[in-house]
């Protein structure tokens, strides 16, 4: 396990550099300037500014110029949060982003996984497609139309949740919902398919027949298999909730590092893009890390190479 996890490590550096590049290229290579918005700046104060951060420097100088940079693990300097690193912006926004993510990521592993057993248990009984309306209603809204769906009912309507800002718990309810509630229903049906065919093997068949109930069969023989898959999409899924949706960050005015990326997009804050993108991309990789190294105990039969 040691060496595989050596190994994933040493893939994900050039993993990461490609990510960077591509980043950097297709940032400068947009036409315009992050700076050619300003309201009438004049020429000399302009090149002045594009000086301080060398954009007046040919392309492949600003390559290798941002490589130096983030071989020391600076990310630059924010372009439009003067005074401020990108550092500083994620170092401030990525625990806000966490927070959500893990509140959403719950969510979805409870909900969705309760959903699965449920249908997987109940197929084709009322509770089977009471849970897969559920779960086909989740995958069908997306995540900004729910968002204003859940602040329109319970902030607007019922007025038992606030519907922006993160100032206590209650504040996370609403947008952990929104993000989280789409994912659940994806597991739900991943859940239910992978019961329904371990149901079908001649373990469950030899259990039943030693007399052993279906509750004990379902609980202690086939969910141990039947979890496999959901184990599989966990790597992207924990990556994606963790660093919190942009639109739903956006949605529910969440100091996260969706918020900040929204806005620098917006504003080509191109360190600021290209970092928040660098800090995704290295959750994604550590991720499925982690869900590899999890096979063995989910499934012994699995051994890493």
Not at 152 to 173: G, N, Q, T
Request: with cysteine.
């Amino acid at each position: 396990m040691l060496r595989f996890s050596l190994r994933r490590i040493l893939w994900a550096i050039p993993v990461l550099w490609l990510v960077a590049t591509l980043t950097f290229l297709m940032m400068h290579l947009v036409p315009g300037g992050p700076f050619d918005r300003e309201k009438k700046l004049p020429p000399e104060i302009k090149a002045n500014i594009e000086a301080k951060y060398h954009l007046d420097q040919p392309l492949q100088i600003q390559y290798i110029l941002y490589l130096k940079r983030l071989i020391q693990g600076d990310l630059g300097p924010s372009y439009k949060y003067v005074g401020r690193t990108v550092n500083d912006v994620i170092s401030d926004s990525l625990p806000v982003s966490m927070q959500l993510g893990f509140a959403a990521l719950m969510l979805s592993l409870l909900g969705g996984s309760f959903m699965g057993i449920i249908s997987g248990a109940f197929a084709r009984t009322f509770w089977d497609r009471l849970s897969l309306f559920f779960a086909t209603a989740g995958i069908s809204i997306p995540n900004f139309v729910l968002g204003a769906l859940l602040i329109l009912v319970f902030s607007h309507y019922l007025k038992v949740l606030p519907p922006a800002l993160w100032e206590d718990a209650r504040s996370v309810i609403l947008p952990a919902c929104a993000l989280g509630l789409g994912p659940a229903a994806y597991i739900a049906r991943l859940v239910r398919a992978s019961i329904l065919d371990e149901m079908h093997h001649d373990y469950v068949r030899t259990a039943r027949a030693k007399g052993f109930s279906e509750m004990r069969i379902l609980f202690h023989h086939v969910l141990k298999n039947a979890i496999t898959p959901v184990i599989t999409i966990l790597g992207p899924l924990t990556a994606t909730l963790v660093t919190g949706s942009f639109v739903i960050e956006f949605i529910f005015s969440v100091p996260g590092m969706g918020k900040f990326f929204i806005t620098a997009v917006s504003n080509r804050d191109y360190p600021l893009i290209m970092g928040v993108t660098l800090v995704y991309a290295f959750l994604i990789v550590l991720a499925n890390l982690i869900v590899d190294l999890l096979y063995p105990f989910a499934d012994p039969r699995i051994k890493l190479q």
